[in-house]
């Protein structure tokens, strides 16, 4: 079983877990320090064939994990010897079976299991869309109670693939004007209800761990570490998964010594960690790095990567990682962005979701730089997937909101007689 304890990044203090989200000390991020130093690949269902590095004492049945596999048509279109794709999504044909089609289905079941297994009642979360319709789908199948306050105009994305949502999945819809921040600020309010966990974004290690078995699954397969990893990113919480799973990976000893350079992707025009990075600042500056953020937000082509709070500067988050793996940061254009989603899916032959366009997008642009050598091993992080391919097998059943409301000031008390 993955026996593990936490250590604090910032004090180096062990903490057993108890559900616990960050250090008494109030520093950075805590971190998962499992007892097996070497990876098992277990047989065991879906993601927990990486048992031994996730936070959890059981597992939940069902089949999501990464598939990675070589490309040819990609590969050759880029000069590249030897590409990777980590695929995250709904494609059958090649084993892939995250039903709700992004890597955010690797966050949701040991974020929900570890906090069942602590005890929790309930747990409350806010998303723009792929990782809300990932826990609505994992509570529909847990029946663990789930609270999730969405931007109204993402709502679009709140399905649950081949059966009816939950009545343990209770959705909240912000009106008009509200962002994915603004249901961040909401869901912090009602998380501090007494008995409502918080699903704790970036702090929480099962999230992190889940999303981990990515670079896992792609250094398995290539039976090494790869020397340079591409994905897109909105808080960047992958891009940190990414990290901390080469350092495992490292320390292991059969996967090589040497970390992959983390090249991560941010949809302009907002793009708040490119800038801080271009300027080689830990800080993110607000009025510097996201001016009218909101307006800028509005003219992505995907908002799923908006974060007006990613955990950038915080000990052992996105600023460490793109240090200790002398990381690259890419901007994207919308226009980039919907180039490289159909060329990718016209040579690789499956659709895309807009957020893995953009990486698609970054690892061009790597290319034409020559930034990245020829003979380099590239994993490229296709977070999310087979959507078209996903509606020919399924119907797609829409959460409906048990509430709207107008703003994150809403009183609790009209959420909660609702809930209840
Ligand atoms: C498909 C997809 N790719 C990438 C991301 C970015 O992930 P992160 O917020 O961990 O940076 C998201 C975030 O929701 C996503 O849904």
């Known amino acids: 079983m993955g026996s593990y304890k936490l250590i604090c990044l910032s004090c180096n203090r062990t903490i057993v877990d108890n559900y616990t989200l960050s250090c008494p000390c109030g520093g950075g991020f805590v971190r998962t320090a499992y007892d097996a130093r070497q990876l098992t690949v277990r047989d065991m269902p879906g993601m927990w064939k990486y048992y031994d590095w996730l936070p959890t004492k059981g597992f939940i049945d069902i089949p999501g994990k990464t598939v990675t596999y070589k490309s040819e048509a990609l590969a050759k279109e880029l000069g590249l010897r030897e590409l990777y794709i980590a695929f995250n999504g709904y494609w059958p044909e090649i084993g892939a079976m995250i039903h709700t089609c992004s890597f955010k289905e690797l966050e949701a079941p040991p974020t929900i299991l570890r906090a ?52 343990s999945v209770h959705l909240i819809a912000m009106g008009e004007g509200n962002d994915y921040t603004d249901a961040i600020n909401l869901a912090g309010r009602i998380a501090s209800v007494p008995g409502l966990l918080p699903e704790g974004g970036a702090k929480n290690v099962a999230r992190r761990d889940g999303m981990a078995t990515v670079m896992l699954d792609g250094a398995v397969f290539m039976k090494t570490l790869p020397d340079e990893y591409f994905q897109a990113i909105g808080s960047g919480t992958g891009g940190v998964a990414a990290w901390e799973a080469a350092l495992r990976l490292r320390d292991d000893g059969r996967f090589g010594q040497r970390l992959p350079r983390l090249h991560l992707a941010q949809n302009l025009p907002f793009a708040p960690m490119l800038h801080a990075w271009e ?11 996201m001016p009218e953020a909101k307006e800028l937000i509005s003219q992505m082509y995907t908002d799923i990567l908006s974060n007006r709070n990613p955990p950038y500067s915080v000990k052992g988050g996105v600023y460490d990682a793109m240090k200790d793996t002398d ?19 016209s040579l690789e032959g499956i659709d895309l979701l807009p957020a893995s366009a953009v990486a698609v997008s970054a690892l061009i642009q790597a290319c034409d730089r020559g930034t990245i050598s020829p003979d380099k091993k590239v994993l490229l992080n296709i977070t999310g997937g087979g959507y078209e391919r996903l509606k020919k097998d399924m119907k797609l059943n829409p959460v409906k909101p048990c509430i709207e409301v107008e703003g994150p000031d809403v009183p609790l008390d009209d959420i909660l007689k609702v809930i209840e």
């Open 116 to 167: 069942m297994e602590h005890g929790g009642k309930a747990m409350v979360l806010a998303s723009a869309g792929n990782t809300a319709r990932a826990f609505a789908y994992l509570s529909t199948i847990t029946g663990f109670p789930l609270i999730i306050v969405v931007p109204g105009k993402n709502l679009g994305n709140l399905w649950i693939p081949g059966r009816e949502p939950g009545k």
């Open 279 to 289: 300027e080689g600042r830990r800080d993110i500056m607000p009025e510097r790095d």
């Open 327 to 345: 990381g690259i940061m890419y901007g994207v254009t919308n226009e980039e962005a919907i180039s490289a989603k159909k060329l990718f899916e």
